[in-house]
């Protein structure tokens, strides 16, 4: 008889590909959403961009002298590549793309060891490197052209736009509501009245406005988190802490200075507030392991994003907090452990007080 | 009806298919008596039982064949009249297969009893320390798995002021139903049994736990207990490990057992119920614990049984009773599926802590390659003991068996949780167990080292004592000697100068 000795001799019924699978299918809403609004350019970004990871993945594992089929397998390059994908700016060209995943894959998570071992989350590594070697491909955003209606670019277009020389940049940019608001800030501009030019609240939630491929549908973003929250990929905690803090923030200071500060909801549904607290933050490799570290981990990613959107150069920083907060998880997760069963907080026995069921040693002689 | 007992939630655990239904219908069967009976010397937690009988002895149902040796042993009786043909060593109900002392016994087919003393007409009139002697004596052993002596856990009223007895009839491993029969068929033996033990712990509460997917189980104990109100049933919600010791009091008590120590520290003992229905057996007709039931199950036996088998029954001869294998099995194991051990092959014997033999097909194990960790933490959610299994394999992998150690690997019992749910089928449990082995080798090995050098120590001391002493008593002698040759020269000089002066 082969097999080890140790017990279980049954297993639940999830595997690692499965786990893969199911975040996918929780982001296929958004996805399909996004690249119906943005079009034919769109599908090309996504699609370059997954096929990208999957051959730096591929090489990486014959460098490693990994077995390749078992690890392309196990799908996690092609939701890092989807991950990313969905944070560009669905026009954006295709070495955006293939730049994306050569870094989200190599240095992201291939030079760790590969699955399991990497600090930070790899699309944002891939995200944050991007924005700042490309600063104009990475914020240049167009309004929603919706696929066959008259605007959107035909598929023969749609290759002009990703491979050909770049688009039209002028005539088809469009400001998303964080930059907006940024912009106008700088300009000293008030926001109360500004505001209602760019952001729309059924908009923000439906998602029909300018932004990343797959951010700016709350409504479906939303439904995939859910989805993932039901089937136990991920735990509340991260989603919930992050965006608490994100809104008691948000509301304190737009409370005390409309002028100068948006709203709780503004931050809420747009940017990639809601994607970053589904699917990025809960990220399973680089989050904390215990439900109180995650508690920390999440209140931290929506602190940092608040406050670099506030107060730093970018208008959006899911990525940057993410990644900050990536960086404390191994500190998070060595001082926040579960209390052990018959221990206390400090790992000592239990000790009742004033109670004691052993008998008096001198009694029972 | 007695009010439901309120229940504590316990942290943790896992829900497997229990895939109890396979059995869970099937009334307990006599197993017919095989050809051979292969018992062995240790089938509980302790020193071996030293044999009494030699090759060739006849011997009767019931009469001892070894004695208990030391404070935490048990005896061993035949389980039925026949020949001992031989006292030796046979492959043991062990994953490791190694031989172990055994006694082979030759039924005769007569089955016939020894005559005994008289059983005691009332065990309640018995002082609770004589029924503590005669559980011991009936070789009865913690009969879950665990196999620790009963007796001894039935004496500790003697250091520790006990409140409650809790009686384990969770039964949370999959596949298992032998207890879920013996509660509905011998309810009322069982309840016998636990309160003999009741009354020789002197506790006044009486809890049995059992889990939910067996309602007739709990439907029938509750039947037989309506008439002791000391006895409450709990019914516990179905949820692996709800059978393990620390948590099963947890949840029925609401008192977590201080780490590292005895439920008894906090007042409670836990028996199983089929040690209870062994207890019943020995107190009330003087019978030793002899025979057991076992499941027998898994997708690859034709017709899945409960047996009530002579310990010492090769499971192969089970395994035909149940129709043979429907299919190659993957894994045959011993016990349940979540803390169950592989069995090394079908001739080693059925023992008196054997509750399940499964023989599980491949769609069954879901046996599969390892993959990375991917923190996913699953592990972390599903441990009932608040550990973090995937930093303790970590360090473990990493050959740092001290950091896993830091990390609760001592309070880790091994149940299985976090492997069942890694998605990455990462052995986790394997690497605890050789960890604590590891840990155990090294400090036997220190252990025998810091012996080796305080002997070696001693001994040197003892010779240059020795060397000391002998080289003192030869200055001693010497000085003697020297003394000796004086005084001679003096009485001599004095003999001279008296014969000069006196001539």
Not at chain 2, 340 to 353: A, E, H
Request: hydrophobic residues 45%; glycine residues 10%.
């Amino acid at each position: 008889m082969s097999g080890p000795v140790s017990g279980p001799h049954a297993h639940g019924a999830i595997s690692l590909r499965q786990t893969m699978l199911l975040v996918m299918l929780a982001l296929l809403p958004a996805t399909l959403f996004g690249l119906s609004i943005y079009g034919w350019p769109a599908f090309n970004l996504l699609t370059v961009t997954i096929v990208a990871s999957l051959l730096a993945e591929a090489v990486c594992l014959v460098i490693a002298g990994k077995p390749v089929g078992i690890y392309l397998k196990d799908g996690s390059a092609i939701l890092t590549g989807w991950l990313l994908a969905m944070t560009l700016p669905p026009w954006a060209p295709w070495w955006i793309g293939v730049c994306g995943a050569l870094i989200a894959i190599v240095l992201g998570k291939q030079v760790f060891g590969g699955i399991g071992q990497n600090l930070f989350n790899p699309a944002m590594v891939a995200r944050v490197a991007l924005l700042i070697a490309f600063p104009l491909e990475m914020t240049t955003f167009v309004a929603p052209k919706p696929l066959f209606t008259e605007s959107a670019p035909d598929f023969v277009q749609s290759l002009a736009i990703t491979f050909g020389g770049g688009m039209h940049i002028d005539a088809v940019s469009s400001a998303t509501t964080l930059g907006f608001v940024k912009t106008e800030l700088g300009r000293h501009n008030p926001l109360d009245g500004a505001l209602s030019q760019v952001f729309d609240l059924l908009n923000g939630f439906t998602g029909f406005m300018p932004g990343s491929m797959g951010e700016t549908s709350a409504m479906l973003v939303l439904l995939g988190g859910l989805f993932l929250l039901y089937r136990r990929i991920i735990s509340w905690h991260i989603p919930v802490a992050m965006i608490a803090s994100i809104t008691l923030l948000a509301g304190v200071f737009h409370t005390l200075s409309p002028e100068h500060f948006t709203g709780p909801l503004v931050h809420l549904l747009s940017g990639a507030t809601l994607l970053g607290a589904f699917f990025i933050a809960t990220d399973l490799v680089t989050s904390p392991v215990t439900a109180r570290g995650q508690i920390i981990f999440g209140a931290g990613c929506g602190v940092l994003v608040y406050v670099i959107r506030s107060w730093a150069n970018y208008p959006e920083g899911v990525a940057f907090a993410v990644m900050l907060m990536n960086a404390l998880t191994p500190l998070i997760d060595h001082y926040v452990r579960p209390r052990v069963y018959g221990r206390d907080r400090k790992g000592q026995p239990l000790v009742y007080k004033g109670e004691s069921w052993e008998r008096d040693s001198e009694a029972s002689r | 009806m007695k009010p439901l007992r309120k229940l504590f939630k316990i942290r943790g655990g896992v829900h497997p298919d229990d895939h109890k239904g396979r059995t869970a219908q099937s009334s307990i069967e006599d197993m017919p008596m095989p050809a051979l009976l292969h018992i062995p010397l240790q089938q509980h937690i302790g020193s071996p039982a030293s044999p009494m009988v030699k090759r060739g002895d006849r011997v009767l149902k019931g009469q001892l064949l070894a004695h208990s040796q030391g404070m935490i042993s048990a005896p061993v009786h035949a389980p039925t009249s026949g020949r001992i043909v031989g006292v030796g060593n046979y492959p043991a109900h062990h994953p490791s297969g190694l031989s172990v002392h055994t006694i082979t016994l030759q039924p005769d087919g007569a089955d016939r009893w020894i005559e005994g003393e008289a059983p005691p007409t009332d065990p309640f009139a018995l002082e609770p320390e004589e029924i503590a002697t005669r559980v011991a004596a009936a070789g009865i052993v913690g009969m879950g798995g665990a196999t620790f002596p009963s007796a001894v856990k039935l004496n500790l009223r003697s250091r520790y002021c006990l409140e409650t007895l809790v009686i384990n009839g969770a039964e949370c491993e999959p596949y298992l139903t032998c207890d879920d029969r013996l509660m509905r068929e011998e309810s009322a033996a069982v309840i016998d049994g636990i309160r003999i033990m009741a009354y020789a712990l002197g506790v006044k509460r009486v809890i049995i736990g059992i889990e939910n997917n067996k309602p007739e189980a709990q439907a029938a104990m509750q039947a037989a207990a309506e008439a002791f109100p000391e006895i409450e049933i709990a019914r516990l919600p179905a949820r692996y490990p709800m059978g393990s010791e620390k948590h099963l009091v947890q949840t029925v008590t609401g008192v977590e057992t201080p780490a590292r120590g005895l439920t008894a520290d906090i007042g409670v003992v836990v028996h199983n119920v089929a040690t209870a229905y062994a207890v019943h057996d020995a107190l009330r007709f003087g019978r030793p614990l002899i025979s057991r039931v076992v499941t027998i199950s898994g997708g690859a036996i034709r017709l899945p049984k409960n047996l009530r088998v002579l310990i010492g029954t090769p499971i192969e001869e089970l395994i035909t009773h149940c129709g043979g294998y429907s299919e190659t099995p993957e894994r045959l194991i011993s016990g349940g599926p979540m803390m169950g051990q592989p069995l090394p092959g079908t001739r080693v014997p059925i023992i008196k802590g054997s509750n399940g033999v499964l023989a599980l097909t491949v769609r069954e194990t879901k046996a599969e390659e390892a993959m990375p960790c991917i923190r996913c933490a699953s592990c972390v959610k599903a441990c009932p003991c608040g550990l973090v299994p995937l930093e303790m394999a970590n360090y473990i992998r990493s050959g740092d068996l001290e950091g896993a150690v830091a990390y609760g690997l001592m309070d880790c019992i091994s149940c299985g949780s976090c492997a069942f749910v890694c998605p990455s089928n990462i052995r986790l449990v394997q690497f605890f167990n050789y960890a604590k082995g590891e840990l155990t080798a090294r400090q036997r090995a220190e252990h025998t080292q810091n012996e080796t050098r305080r002997l070696a120590e001693a001994r040197t001391i003892r010779l240059e004592r020795q060397k000391q002493a002998k080289r003192e008593a030869m200055a001693r002698r010497k000085q003697a000697q020297e003394a000796a040759k004086q005084a001679k020269q003096a009485a001599e000089a004095r003999a001279q100068q008296a014969a000069r002066t006196g001539s």
